[in-house]
């Protein structure tokens, strides 16, 4: 029976790789997984700071008389961007790729007691390395900034389940065994299905593993008969648990499968046979100083803004396959899924190419068990066409897994269409153009194919948290004008916007500080006014959503007023008073957005609101009203004065580290409010925090504060108690928080 050891704690790191850190033990800085070769600034750093050839040590102790007959596995889940392990100086080869995972048996060069592993770490742009190679929209970081884990298994143990459910009940895919012993082998192979802990049903499998063959692919394809298989859907997202195993030797392996049917097709998306409209943002899995290395409860937390906060049903994970923690919890809160290959517009040489279809086989064999997952991107982020490397990428999906559609994400008009949905990026509306392109001017085809608009908006209008109320209104209306589009348009599956969240980028893109504004949320995952253009889509039976797109100030727009008042909701109408005298009763703008479940409201001049003519300036509120019944309210003063500094955590309790797991985090959120508790957008002061106790603060001490808003995260250490963070601010009372760490 197989044991997976957590391998993340005791780890030292050294910014400069030399030979003798794979050679002996030395003094390093004592670090914990996740973790990145650099912590960087928010603002206006060099991005080369992150391109360091580093090094890691860990001491692995191994006890022959305990261990005798079973293999020694080292799992990286992730390591950005070439990977070259050794254990007692030898070298088990160089990996090449940030984004997925790489494993090695090291029994063989094991020795009793201690041994030592270290790990050369290349995290340079190599241009012999996708995505790299010329200019590219994103930053990579550095580190091992995912997890590591120490397998032990048996000499005939279970490799890696590929297998997945569908609509109609079959399990399907393959499940690879490892044969170690140098012998053919008669096995039983178990398949046991539970529901929770009720137990399904069992498939069993009667398999040769030949003499010579390191691997025995076992190919799945069974149909069980069952009254509790529930499909795995958006709205309730039923997952099973499978359990693979061997009989000789009890070895284990389980995954988390759903049932269920995903299909685009020139009609639209199909979900089990029902039509759904998919709409969602990608998303860039980086982070304020830290980039890429933040742990499961961090990974887990972007999923849940983007599913609950949002309201969105799938996600693009740009421009590279996500965090399996991410992934899980995809599955666990139905989040579709479009995963794709590491790039960004350059193909590189024969060489580069060999390594992305590499990818391409490692991303479904790790993540083909995902229900969440619907397509694979196969094809580099807008790139031109090439015939043969995309012949093969579609090729290699297709041999893999013969469930799930591909898609490959191009901005050019007729591209060649190898794979099965037609994917691109439409930036065509500049806010007087059409929304989109029509499909066949895009693929030059005289048939409707299956059409997916993977970005839009982005680059074309990117927008600060702080920046005028004028540009924060444009920015929602073309969120508005395009998601309302896609709607009409049953030709079109649907629309992954860009983007969730502001990212760090190289110097010549974004806004020259390394940073690209293009997301609806700022980069500490702080929503901007436009977020709201997607939370308001939302069954008001999960979330009443009432969200006025103003900052509420007479002067802040040219010729000064708040007319005409766009309100995201998803109420059936709203009501707005001026100094408790009703001024409006206003229903969505249904006529102008016919797409949209729950179009905006619009008040305009007409009904003479605040700022215009001799009306005056004073409080106002706004009501929102479903079924006839007030739901919502939101009020705004007239003179807001900066009252208190606000301050909550995503979470309360976090776990401290323990012996080789990864550091636990949640972050902590700080706004600048007026007496109501509204945000006050052009605060830009400087807060000073201070951390104590059982964790501490990850970046700045004493930021300012952008939109009114800063977020920061706290780490845990490997004390168990408390965490108490205080900040503090000359004009206001200061405000604290604890977080328990157990």
């Known amino acids: 029976m197989r044991e997976i050891i957590n391998f993340n704690t005791d780890w030292k790191f050294f910014k400069e790789w030399n030979d003798n850190i794979k050679i002996e033990k030395l003094n390093g800085e004592n670090i914990t997984l996740p973790h990145t070769v650099s912590e960087i600034p928010l603002h206006y750093f060099n991005e080369s700071d992150t391109w360091l050839v580093s090094g890691y040590q860990n001491i692995f102790q191994y006890d022959k008389s305990k261990l005798e007959g079973k293999r020694i596995l080292i799992n990286f889940e992730g390591a950005m961007a070439a990977a070259e392990v050794f254990v007692n100086e030898k070298s088990f080869g160089e990996h090449k790729g940030g984004y997925l995972p790489f494993v090695y048996d090291i029994t063989d ?31 990579c970081y550095g580190g091992i900034y995912r997890e590591v884990q120490i397998i032990i298994a048996d000499n005939i143990s279970i490799e890696n389940v590929m297998l997945t459910g569908l609509a109609n009940q079959n399990i399907t895919g393959k499940i690879r065994i490892r044969n170690s012993k140098k012998e053919s082998i008669k096995e039983t192979i178990s398949i046991n299905l539970y529901n929770r802990e009720y137990h399904i049903c069992e498939i069993k499998k009667e398999i040769t593993l030949k003499k010579g063959e390191l691997f025995t692919d076992i190919t799945v394809d069974e149909h069980i008969d069952s009254d509790r298989i529930e499909l795995w859907d958006i709205d309730n997202p039923r997952l099973y648990r499978l359990e693979v195993s061997i009989a000789s030797n009890e070895d284990n392996f389980s995954v988390k499968i759903g049932f269920r049917d995903a299909k685009f097709t020139e ?33 887990k937390k972007d999923a849940d803004i983007l599913k609950f906060d949002l309201g969105l049903n799938i996600v693009r994970s740009s421009h590279y396959p996500a965090s399996r923690h991410f992934l899980d919890r995809c599955d666990e809160i139905g989040l579709m899924v479009f995963e794709e290959i590491p790039g960004w517009q350059h193909i590189g040489d024969k060489k580069w190419q060999k ?94 194919v299956p059409y997916m608009i993977t970005e839009y908006n982005g680059h074309m209008f990117p927008t600060k948290m702080q920046d005028c109320e004028e540009r924060l209104i444009e920015h929602t209306k073309r969120h508005f004008e395009i998601i309302n589009a896609v709607a009409i348009d049953n030709h079109i599956s649907g629309s992954t916007g860009w983007c969730t969240f502001d990212y760090h980028t190289h ?97 305009t001049m007409e009904v003479n609101i605040p700022g215009v003519s001799d009306m005056g300036w004073g409080d106002i509120k706004i009501i929102g009203y479903i079924e006839g019944k007030a739901v919502i309210e939101k009020n705004y003063l007239s003179n807001p004065t900066f009252s208190s500094l606000e301050m909550y955590a995503d979470d309360y309790e976090i776990n401290a580290i323990s012996e080789g797991s990864s550091w636990d985090s949640t972050r902590i959120t700080v706004k600048a409010v007026d007496a109501i508790g509204n945000r006050l957008p052009y605060i ?48 206001v009372k200061t405000s604290s928080i604890e977080i328990k760490v157990k």
């Not at 094991?110 to 241009?127: F, P, Y």
């Not at 029902?274 to 890429?292: A, D, M, T, W």
């Not at 006025?548 to 998803?570: C, D, F, K, Q």
């Not at 009501?575 to 703008?589: Q, V």
């Open 109 to 139: 060069e094991l020795k009793d007691g201690e041994n030592l592993i270290a790990v050369k770490l290349d995290s340079t742009e190599r241009e012999d390395i996708p995505p790299f190679g010329n200019e590219i929209d994103y930053l």
């Open 267 to 299: 009609n639209g998306f199909f979900l089990n046979d029902r039509r759904i409209k998919l709409r969602g943002l990608n998303r860039h899995q980086s982070f304020p100083y830290v980039g890429y290395a933040m742990p499961e409860r961090i990974q």
């Open 355 to 448: 390594v992305s279809v590499e990818n391409v086989k490692d991303m479904i064999e790790r993540d083909y068990h995902h229900p969440s997952i619907i397509i694979w991107g196969v094809r580099i982020n807008e790139s031109q066409d090439n015939h043969n490397f995309y012949k093969e990428t579609n090729k290699t999906a297709h041999e893999l897994d013969k469930t799930r559609q591909t898609g490959g994400v191009r901005y050019i008009t007729g591209s060649e269409l190898l794979e099965d949905v037609y994917t691109v990026n439409d930036f065509n509306y500049d806010g007087t153009a059409d929304p989109l392109k029509a499909q066949k001017s895009v693929t030059k085809l005289d048939k409707n």
């Open 507 to 603: 110097y010549n893109f974004g806004s020259g500080d390394r940073i690209c504004y293009h997301g609806v949320y700022d980069m500490f995952r702080n929503p901007k006014l436009a977020a709201s253009v997607y939370s308001s889509q939302t069954n008001k039976r999960n979330k009443i959503v009432l969200e006025p797109i103003t900052i509420y100030a007479r002067g802040e727009r040219a010729i000064g007023g708040i007319s005409p008042l766009m309100v995201a909701t998803n109420c059936d109408y709203v009501e707005l008073y001026y100094r408790d005298e009703l001024l409006a009763k206003e229903y969505p703008a249904a006529g102008k957005y016919q797409g949209l479940k729950h179009p905006p409201v619009i008040i």
């Open 684 to 731: 830009n002061e400087a807060i000073t925090i201070e951390v104590k106790g059982s964790g501490e603060l990850i970046g700045n001490d004493n930021p300012v504060l952008e939109g009114g808003y800063y977020s920061f995260w706290v780490k845990s250490n490997n004390k168990k108690g408390s965490i108490k963070v205080t900040v503090q601010n000359k004009r």
